[in-house]
């Protein structure tokens, strides 16, 4: 059974940073891209960044492009994000999500349940 | 970026009802295009997968059509865990996919 469980989200003032982690299981890690997902509160989904199953690519949404470094350890099963530089409106629950393959394809078959990051001062 | 546009906002029907939903590309996607369930404080779950493939798992009741710029998702018969918001989402512009406003689906 894929298991996706992210932890490490809390509460931030603007300008300060989180790292995110998501411990994968109940599939091969390094055979897969995946990526993190945020919903900022009552709103809809937005994709923020995506690494290839070995990690050697790597892609951002504008909105966090040069703030969130997304890197993974296929060792560990573990994905992570660093959060630099936070903002109001980085404020959202933030998942983890299983690609469909070993390239980023936007293609979300599995999510973990979220963690709650939250800005302000 | 490619804007998803997703009609109604919201819809009320009743347990048995047959429900069908839109979302609209602002530019042709072929058919990439995946559709989601959320529930209330639940993660968003793969129902289908390039407009019509079904997600293993996924209730047959659940089903998706369309290319180019129209797609429809349609619930034949809809049953009491059915209600949550359906969110539809491009994969066709490579890493900057975008996901419509949703379409909550509530009991009448």
């Known amino acids: 059974e894929v298991q996706l469980l992210e932890s490490g989200g809390g509460l931030v003032p603007p300008g300060g940073s989180l790292r995110l982690s998501c411990a994968a299981s109940g599939f091969t890690f390094n055979s897969y891209a995946m990526s993190w997902v945020r919903q900022a509160p009552g709103k809809g989904l937005e994709w923020v960044s995506g690494?290839?199953?070995?990690?050697?690519?790597?892609f951002y949404a504008d909105s966090v492009k040069g703030r969130f470094p997304i890197s993974r350890d296929n060792s560990k099963n573990t994905l992570y994000l660093q959060m630099n530089s936070l903002r109001v409106e980085d404020t959202a629950v933030y998942y983890c999500?299983?690609?469909?393959?070993?390239?980023?394809?936007?293609?979300?078959?599995?999510w973990g349940q979220g963690t709650l990051v939250t800005v302000s001062s | 970026d490619i804007q998803m546009t997703q009609s109604p906002s919201s819809l009320s029907a009743s347990v048995g009802d047959r429900v069908t939903m839109s979302c609209r590309a602002s530019?042709?996607?072929?058919?990439?295009l995946n559709w989601y369930q959320q529930k209330p404080g639940k993660a968003p779950k793969l129902l289908i997968f390039a407009a019509s493939n079904l997600q293993s798992g996924v209730p047959s009741r659940f089903s998706g059509s369309g290319s180019g710029t129209d797609f429809t998702l349609t619930i034949s018969s809809l049953q009491p865990e059915d209600f949550a918001t359906y969110y539809c989402q491009q994969s066709y512009s490579t890493f900057t996919w975008t996901f419509g406003q949703g379409t909550k689906v509530e009991i009448k």
């Open positions: 690494i290839s199953g070995r990690g050697d690519s790597t």
């Open positions: 999500a299983k690609d469909g393959g070993v390239a980023v394809a936007g293609l979300f078959d599995y």
């Open positions: 530019q042709t996607i072929s058919s990439y």
